[in-house]
């Protein structure tokens, strides 16, 4: 069941639904799911269906409610919002929540801190939901820790990457214990991917001499702080290491000077102004390589997007919709695929693990109540879409982020490469993974 937040649900068996956030709500989930099969999917997605009495019983209500916020017109808020219908439709197909038929209320957070504070308020004293999830950009998770805290209402993160969440967690625990992140890894844990890489592709690849590139935002500067110190250990030449601010349009000066430098590649931690970035690259016909974190080009139909700009660039991301990283990888990104035209970004992966982390909390706890979920979330081990799901300690440095490291989630590395007419994302790394090897932009 999904709704809007005003009132106006859309009921999965049904297919009603409002028109406030997109065409997507119009689509019936619970019958589409039926007519498509992917009831049978969902069976390899959630685990263990078992209930705890029908009808809410033992604590848990007849109706369980989840808010979602995430920015409706960008496709990393579109991946987080669809696929918390999808798994709901997945769930109440499979018999719910401890019996319980799971509702979602979703709200358009417009990638704004304020609208997004506005919007958690009304979920939380609006719609009385029992957990939320979503939040796309640093500065709109920051923006309502206090409000989580307040509320007592457990969120699971699946979007921002700011290490400064799992601080409130360490200094104030009794007061911010309600925050968890089920992805993707906190930032220093992505500066830590983007050395391994280094470490393990550079000479490979070619690139001896490097300069880094990162906007200017809140979640890129432990990346960034990262790069200055430990780059240089990979065994590479570092050029630069540059902060682009917010809203630069023309990168074609920043391009000058990384060429009079003589550089093979472009390292780069980019979400925000990313796009604008690769496709002067690639217009310009730059003769270094461009790649590390790029948030834009993890979108499956990136490559289409801008007319084949995006070849030979590569991203670090949660997981492809090809990448067989569990066994639940591949039927979540088809079964998003098939009810919504396309695949999801890494932003989906997190949210799917996140619904069925809130669906095993709940019956194991038999209870919707804050600190039980809490209790339940902190000792679970979840095998995800996007590797296994575990929550660090209260005593460790990020208490309830998402454990980084190859047993747990770590994320893959694809690079765009040309496939008949069109382009694919080919795993690069890490080795367990990889379906080719990375090779150079078709002008260098």
Same mark, same amino acid.
Not at 16 to 35: H, P, T, W, Y
Not at 83 to 91: D, E, F, R, S, V
Not at 274 to 294: D, M, P
């Given at each position: 069941?999904?709704?809007?937040?005003?009132?106006?649900?859309?009921?999965?068996?049904?297919?009603?639904?409002?028109?406030?956030?997109?065409?997507?709500?119009?689509?019936?989930?619970?019958?589409?799911?039926?007519?498509t099969g992917v009831s049978a999917t969902a069976a390899a997605l959630a685990g263990c269906t078992d209930t705890i009495g029908g009808g809410g019983g033992g604590g848990v209500p007849e109706t369980i409610k989840v808010g979602v916020l995430g920015p409706a017109d960008s496709p990393m808020g579109s991946s987080i919002l669809n696929?918390?219908?999808?798994?709901?439709?997945?769930?109440n197909d499979a018999g719910g929540i401890a019996g319980s038929d799971v509702e979602v209320f979703t709200k358009d957070t417009k990638d704004d801190p304020a609208t997004t504070r506005s919007a958690y308020?009304?979920?939380?004293?609006?719609?009385?939901?029992?957990?939320?999830?979503?939040?796309?950009?640093? +500065?709109?998770?920051?923006?309502?820790?206090?409000?989580?805290? +307040?509320?007592?209402?457990?969120?699971?993160?699946?979007?921002?990457?700011?290490?400064?969440?799992?601080?409130?967690?360490?200094?104030?625990?009794?007061?911010?214990?309600?925050?968890?992140?089920?992805g993707p890894v906190n930032s220093n844990f992505l500066a830590e991917?983007?050395?391994?890489?280094?470490?393990?592709?550079?000479?490979?690849?070619?690139?001896?001499?490097?300069?880094?590139?990162?906007?200017?935002?809140?979640?890129?500067?432990?990346?960034?702080?990262?790069?200055?110190?430990?780059?240089?250990?990979?065994?590479? +030449?570092?050029?630069?290491?540059k902060r682009?601010?917010?809203?630069?349009?023309?990168?074609?000066?920043?391009?000058?000077?990384? +060429?009079?430098?003589?550089?093979?590649?472009?390292?780069?931690?980019?979400?925000?102004?990313?796009?604008?970035?690769?496709?002067?690259?690639?217009?310009?016909?730059?003769?270094?390589?461009?790649?590390?974190?790029?948030?834009?080009?993890?979108?499956?139909?990136?490559?289409?997007?801008t007319k084949g700009a995006a070849i030979s660039t590569f991203s670090q991301t949660t997981a492809t919709p090809q990448s067989e990283i569990t066994e639940k990888t591949v039927p979540y990104a088809n079964a998003y695929q098939e009810e919504f035209g396309g695949y999801p970004v890494y932003t989906g992966?997190?949210?799917?693990?996140?619904?069925?982390?809130?669906?095993?909390?709940?019956?194991?706890?038999?209870?919707?109540?804050?600190?039980?979920?809490?209790s339940e979330l902190e000792g679970m081990s979840y095998t995800g879409t996007a590797g296994t799901v575990e929550f660090y300690g209260q005593d460790a440095e990020f208490p309830h982020d998402v454990k980084y490291g190859e047993e747990f989630t770590r994320g893959v590395y694809f690079q765009w490469q040309q496939q008949n007419d069109s382009g694919t994302q080919q795993v690069i790394w890490p080795d367990k993974y990889a379906t080719s090897e990375y090779t150079s932009p078709p002008w260098v």
């Open positions: 069941m999904v709704n809007d937040g005003k009132g106006t649900g859309s009921n999965a068996e049904t297919g009603k639904a409002s028109d406030d956030m997109s065409n997507d709500e119009n689509v019936g989930r619970r019958s589409f799911l039926k007519a696929t918390a219908k999808l798994a709901a439709g997945q769930i308020q009304e979920l939380t004293t609006g719609q009385n939901v029992h957990a939320t999830t979503g939040i796309f950009g640093s +500065e709109n998770l920051l923006s309502i820790m206090g409000n989580i805290a +307040e509320a007592g209402t457990p969120h699971l993160t699946a979007g921002a990457a700011t290490p400064e969440a799992p601080r409130r967690v360490k200094e104030d625990y009794e007061k911010f214990k309600y925050w968890f992140r089920t991917s983007l050395i391994q890489f280094a470490n393990d592709r550079f000479e490979s690849m070619g690139w001896e001499k490097v300069a880094f590139i990162a906007e200017d935002f809140k979640w890129t500067e432990p990346v960034t702080q990262r790069m200055q110190s430990d780059l240089a250990s990979t065994g590479v +030449e570092v050029s630069s290491v682009v601010a917010e809203g630069t349009e023309d990168f074609t000066p920043i391009y000058d000077e990384l +060429e009079g430098n003589d550089v093979d590649g472009a390292f780069t931690a980019l979400a925000h102004i990313g796009t604008t970035s690769l496709v002067q690259w690639a217009k310009q016909q730059r003769s270094f390589g461009y790649g590390g974190i790029h948030v834009p080009t993890q979108l499956p139909s990136f490559y289409k997007a992966y997190s949210v799917q693990d996140a619904m069925y982390m809130l669906k095993n909390a709940i019956e194991g706890a038999e209870s919707v109540n804050g600190d039980d979920i809490v």
